[in-house]
């Protein structure tokens, strides 16, 4: 029984999604292999070497796998697929852009979204925005699976000493082209990557709240900037702020929420988080129930009063 992980890299280094999937991998049993699919992508099969737990490192290189189109990766998957018993995605945009494809393609049904590893065949995962947890169990060869990265320590990114092989890579499907990226560049930590997360909601008010209170606290902390569906909704913070069932799964050491009524929505992507503060005003707001330390205040007087005390 084996277990192949498809790495998310930017063809130099592994992104660390890939290492909480890793995590999950050894959990099912078997050897765990990683697969790093890029252009120009040897620092990136050679960074998945040094993953703890890992025992090979399959690399096929080609131009149009530069930047993970899903149809390339996909054939590349079922290339080697019938050598698994589990194929293992991070729940990210990427892996659930492949896994579905990689799914139908072998006839299976998709395991979405895991948060624990039972057994080799039986896993947990979230359902009704996290409010119930359904125990799957697969009677399918190859198990298709997608991790929610939340909910598995990263394996440790050094120790390991796997071998790096080299396989052919699949022709162009020709399906699709790659023409541009617009990133968006931040001195902050990328939000689902940060280990202090501070998010504002809709009291804010405005645009020019959000920023006049909430920055000087990230600022503090060197955190990153978060926000509820609400504040987004009401144009307070960008969409890549957004954390919640359709905005980003977090779960930092630390997250505070400043003007957050902890909607079910809301709750769904942060509730894992190791620490939640919540500052709000209303006593009987739903974030007090998963807060761990909670301050009944006006966020407009709490938070300069927490900046200054910091």
């Known amino acids: 029984m084996t277990a192949l992980v498809i790495a998310e890299h930017d063809n130099a280094s592994i992104k660390g999604a890939t290492l909480n999937t890793v995590a999950a991998a050894a959990q099912c049993g078997g050897d765990v292999h990683v697969l790093i699919a890029g252009h120009n992508a040897a620092g990136a099969a050679a960074a998945a070497a040094q993953i703890a737990g890992v025992s090979k490192v399959i690399h096929a290189d080609a131009e149009y796998l530069a930047h993970g189109l899903a149809e390339n990766m996909a054939a590349q998957v079922l290339a080697i697929a019938s050598n698994y018993s589990h194929i293992l995605f991070p729940a990210t945009a990427s892996g659930k852009n492949i896994a579905p494809r990689v799914a139908a393609k072998l006839d299976v049904g998709q395991i979405s979204d895991i948060t624990k590893v039972i057994a080799a065949d039986t896993f947990e995962r979230p359902i009704y925005a996290g409010n119930a947890i359904a125990t799957v169990q697969s009677t399918d060869g190859t198990k298709v699976i997608t991790v929610r990265t939340t909910g598995f320590d990263p394996a440790a990114a050094t120790g390991g000493s796997a071998a790096v092989e080299t396989a052919a890579a699949q022709a162009d499907s020709g399906k699709s082209s790659f023409l541009g990226s617009e990133i968006a560049t931040s001195d902050r930590p990328e939000l689902t990557a940060a280990k202090i997360i501070v998010s504002g909601g809709r009291a804010l008010g405005s645009a020019e ?102």
């Open 209 to 310: 709240k959000f920023n006049e209170v909430m920055t000087p606290l990230a600022d503090k902390l060197g955190a990153a900037l978060g926000a509820s569906r609400a504040a987004v909704d009401a144009g307070y913070a960008p969409n890549d702020w957004q954390v919640g069932q359709t905005g980003k799964i977090v779960a930092p050491q630390l997250y505070v929420a400043c003007g957050i009524s902890g909607a079910i929505q809301h709750l769904a992507g942060m509730k894992d988080s190791k620490v939640i503060v919540a500052i709000n005003k209303d006593p009987e707001a739903p974030i007090f129930s998963v807060a761990d330390y909670g301050l009944e205040a006006d966020l407009f007087t709490a938070v300069p009063e927490l900046i200054k005390a910091l």
